[in-house]
């Protein structure tokens, strides 16, 4: 009973899948009815926040399972889902950076980015609007009139990242796109691909890269997969907890890229586990649970940002909404992020697109707006969750800031720590979930709070 509790705690603090692959093959038939099996039955899930690398030998599938998972390929048996509906009856957002460019010769880079926002609809200027953010983006600004033909790799490359984040998708996927260029250009590119990761410039919420380069994949993945052959299958699944930036020096760097080469060079042995990393999660937390980074918006701004969408209908473009609000973009941004974070509204194409539960939120009295953002928030955000739940086991009902800043500081910076912190007190106090005593430093329960003020008057 014990272990079925624990088994249904970690689920629900899993975040939700983008992606999720369940029994997934790939087969052909051949004229005598037995068929070639490509790739065995899988289960794969892609999530938000995460960069994945897929590894393998030649042969093991790398490509096909790409192709299956990001929709260009119907698995031959199993499905893949896209937020939990079936991939081949919707329009997943998604994007692909090839290792040949693919780009169009006879169109500029300006037309190369342009090009599929046109097969989407998007009008002239908003497409050349985002075509040029996203060039500069990448480091092309000055370029927009040349050819491919007059451009290195590392800059064709850079064009084709440019096309592929353009139409803001959920998931990027990469086919060993570095492969193609020099050791240096590439060194360059992934160290550009990390920083607008971790930075957050790029406008996508997960990436599955396919490499064949082991050191590639420790330096850029937060998780690594790694296909055996004959058919592809799974042999070892696992996080990546070494901090960023990483030391291909350091002993943790060579010992995970060593554990990588013998799965890979000795199929006829049975992998063990992927050994001990620097910055690993502490023993008291075997779930390896990665916090959100909640975005610094307040719930004010929420509600105000909804209600604008549902007086225009219930969709807007980004700039269009920062000028009604007479708001940079990037003051903006955060707080479309904390409404998505919420499931008050979805991002596609540029535009923010209020859910069923924004709207509800936006159209209700102030009380229920806080019963809304409440269960929102219990929902979603796994701090807030944690606060309200180790406040509610305690038997005084408080605890210490401190307690879960040092969880936080197992994957933030002490600035951001504390940032963090004043949000989720922020968010919590609104939401009614906790409150915080500022003289102490110290979560206690509205309820508690109530009890200790009653306390005191009676002793008086």
Not at 144 to 164: D, I, T
């Amino acid at each position: 009973m014990q272990q079925t509790s624990s088994l249904t705690q970690e689920a629900k603090l899993t975040p939700s899948p983008i992606i999720r692959a369940e029994g997934i093959e790939k087969y052909y038939a051949q004229p005598s009815q037995n068929r070639i099996q490509v790739i065995a039955p899988t289960d794969l899930s892609i999530v938000p926040g995460e960069i994945v690398a897929l590894l393998g030998p030649s042969g093991s599938g790398k490509s096909t399972m790409l192709r299956m998972l990001s929709g260009l390929s119907r698995p031959s048996a199993g499905q893949v889902y896209w937020h939990e509906k079936p991939i081949a009856g919707v329009a997943a957002n998604v994007s692909i950076v090839f290792q040949s460019f693919a780009l169009f010769p006879w169109l500029t880079v300006l037309e190369n980015v342009e090009a599929p926002l046109r097969a989407r609809g998007v009008a002239a200027t908003t497409r050349r609007e985002r075509s040029l953010k996203m060039l500069d983006t990448v480091g092309l600004d000055g370029f927009e009139a040349a050819y491919p033909k007059e451009l290195s790799g590392g800059m064709r490359q850079r064009v084709g990242f440019a096309r592929a984040l353009v139409v803001e998708p959920e998931v990027l996927f990469m086919d060993e796109p570095f492969s193609a260029l020099d050791v240096l250009t590439a060194e360059n590119l992934r160290s550009e691909l990390l920083e607008l990761w971790s930075k957050k410039t790029m406008p996508t919420q997960a990436v599955f890269l396919v490499t064949h380069n082991i050191e590639e994949a420790v330096l850029l993945a937060d998780r690594i997969i790694v296909l055996g052959r004959n058919p592809g299958h799974i042999r070892t699944d696992f996080k990546v907890q070494l901090a960023q930036p990483r030391d291909r020096k350091s002993e943790a760097f060579t010992q995970l890229v060593d554990y990588i080469y013998k799965v890979l060079t000795r199929p006829d042995v049975a992998p063990a586990e992927a050994p001990e990393q620097a910055g690993r999660a502490p023993a008291r937390d075997q779930r390896q649970m990665r916090y959100q980074m909640l975005p610094h918006a307040r719930p004010g701004g929420v509600a105000g940002l909804l209600e604008l969408l549902v007086d225009k209908g219930g969709r807007d473009d980004f700039y269009r909404l920062a000028d009604d609000l007479a708001f940079e973009i990037d003051d903006l941004l955060p707080i479309v992020d904390a409404a998505q974070l919420l499931g008050f509204l979805t991002v596609e194409e540029g535009d923010a697109v209020i859910t069923e539960h924004g709207a509800e939120f936006a159209n209700s009295e102030i009380l229920r707006q806080k019963e809304l953002f409440r269960e929102a928030a219990e929902t979603n955000v796994l701090l807030l969750r944690q606060i309200r739940r180790t406040l509610v086991a305690k038997s005084d009902h408080t605890v210490p800031e401190e307690f879960f800043l040092d969880m936080l500081d197992e994957q933030f910076s002490e600035d951001e720590c504390q940032r963090q912190m004043e949000t989720a007190v922020t968010w919590g106090r609104y939401a009614e979930l906790f409150d915080f005593d500022a003289g102490r430093r110290r979560f206690v329960l509205p309820d508690a709070l109530d009890e200790e003020a009653a306390t005191v008057e009676d002793a008086e």
